[in-house]
């Protein structure tokens, strides 16, 4: 049950992290929705959102993992974050 608690927690970070990093706007994507193709993030707001990920979560994202596809939505990221683990 822990583990459900801390992943909604990681979620609503995601989220807030992506409206105040990245668009500015007041949006709230689908999990699988393209962050990219919605215009919720673009590649020159990818390292700001990848800097405060690795803040947020005490991770180290090495610049090889900076492409855009491994952070395309929200449901992505979250499985890159446990892959991270």
């Known amino acids: ?14 989220l807030a992290g992506l409206i105040r990093i990245a668009s500015k ?3 709230t994507p689908e999990v699988d929705e393209s962050l990219f193709d919605s215009g919720l ?7 700001d959102l990848v800097s405060a990920i690795e803040r947020e979560f005490h991770i180290s994202i090495p610049d090889s993992d900076l492409n855009p596809k491994k952070f395309e939505s929200i449901a992505r ?8 683990r």
Not at 1 to 14: F, G, I, K, V
Not at 41 to 47: G, K, Q, V
Not at 78 to 84: A, C, G, T, V
């Open 1 to 14: 049950m822990m583990l459900a608690y801390r992943s909604m927690e990681e979620r609503q970070w995601l």
């Open 25 to 27: 706007k007041d949006v």
């Open 41 to 47: 993030l673009d590649s020159f707001a990818l390292p």
């Open 77 to 84: 990221i979250e499985r890159y974050l446990d892959s991270r």
